[in-house]
């Protein structure tokens, strides 16, 4: 594809819209059947829906593998045909397009929670996002969507594995009306968090209507300055005879979308409800629309449960908790020896109101502490709600430390090219100790 195309500092990208609701008009899906189970019974009726897109103006089509990871084909029992759904999903999208015309693989959530909330480890999440995305780029297609997810953390597993395949990534987050997602994160959080990853453009999609994303939009322009995506849904659903209806016009939704691009949206498409007329209308509106890019160039900045913070902010010696990690360490000693308690009892001991920082020294660190440094880690993040550093040696304990810390982590250490690196590829901030 031509490298301008996704310019988007200078151009707009126009998605698709709803790929479920539209199926579902065609009355061949079995009361909770899975709509993915339809590339592989009738191709021609996901392949009619693309064409819908296209011909109304989607310059980006998304295939129908939203719920096609293994672990959510599993509650179908359909985790066996992983392989076959994902494959024939981007073929089907492939055929239809035509030059300057997009596939992006569509990865959604796996319908678990990541534990401490849920039992899925960040793993086991990370692993069935890699398998599904391999396949779709094996398959052909040009980008992949990551979208609707509510946790942060399984957000981040998805990006992580997606960026392994060498294609553009996008990520999208799904808010609530009270405008956090479901765990709590805001949508300032979100995008400084994201941020942290080499994306084409994150933001936001279902969930809520355009007039309810601008102010969500806003908030997140301010702390990134990477591209935002936003997909709508088509107002808010109602259930009519049994059925969800949504009631926004292709009109409506078109003038609301006009709003989010002046708020500074760069890709557009729509969501639940919506259809080609919404995109064509989309198109339309847009024709006329003058905007202007945004030159906003975000710092960086540290994420945790209830902080957000610059990432060169200094913080004085009382406001930082020293967590040692060593042959010398009683509480390590204790934790490597399987009791968690000392841990969790310091972490309610600590002045949460005083001290911002607990920062983890363990230079000494190696491969053979591996799993309990994640276990470490994991009731770090369970129970304490401020920021976490850590000091650290081994690559392969900063691609821990910054996968299982909800947010975004600091690791320090000496300017090291190997720790820098893999410091920057999982997505956390690096401070070289002088």
Known sequence: MPQSFLDLNRNLL??????????????????????????????????????????????????????????????????SKAAELNTAAVKIAKSVVQENQLVAASIGPTGRMIEPLGDLTFEDAYIAFLE???????????LISIETMSDIQEAKAAVQASLTVGLPVIASVSFMENGRLLTGFTPEMVAATLSGYPLLALGTN????????????????????????VQPNAGKPFVENGTTVYQESAAEFGAACMELIRSGAR?????????PEHIRELRQRSAALLYQV???????????????????????????????LDAYSELWNQFISGSEDSLIDLI?????????????????????????????????????????????TDPDLIQIFLSHIPGRAMVCGES?????ARTERYGGVYQVIR
């Open 14 to 79: 126009f998605f698709d819209g709803a790929m479920g609701t539209m199926l579902q008009k065609q009355q061949v899906l079995q009361p909770g059947e899975a709509p993915e189970i339809l590339n592989l019974t009738h191709p021609d009726i996901v392949a009619e829906v693309h064409r819908q897109y296209l011909a109304a103006g989607a310059q980006c089509i998304e295939t129908n593998t939203f719920g096609a990871s293994r672990i959510k084909l599993s509650a179908e029992g359909l985790e």
């Open 132 to 142: 599904q995305v391999q396949l779709c780029a094996a398959a052909g297609a040009d």
């Open 206 to 229: 279902c969930g809520l209507p355009a007039v309810s994303l601008q102010p969500i939009i806003q908030k997140m322009a301010a702390y990134t300055k990477i591209p935002l995506i």
């Open 267 to 275: 890709v557009i498409g729509g969501c639940c409800g919506t259809s």
């Open 294 to 324: 945004s030159s906003n160039q975000s710092q960086d900045y540290l994420v945790s449960k209830s902080m957000l913070i610059p990432a060169q902010l200094e913080h004085q010696p009382s406001e930082v908790y020293l967590l040692e």
């Open 348 to 392: 309610f001991e600590i002045d949460s109101q005083s001290v911002q920082v607990i920062r983890i020294q363990a230079n000494e660190l190696d491969a053979q502490y591996r799993e309990s440094f994640r276990s470490l880690v994991q009731v770090l993040a369970t129970y304490w709600p401020n920021l976490v550093k850590a000091e650290l």
């Open 416 to 420: 090291d090219p190997r720790l820098i």
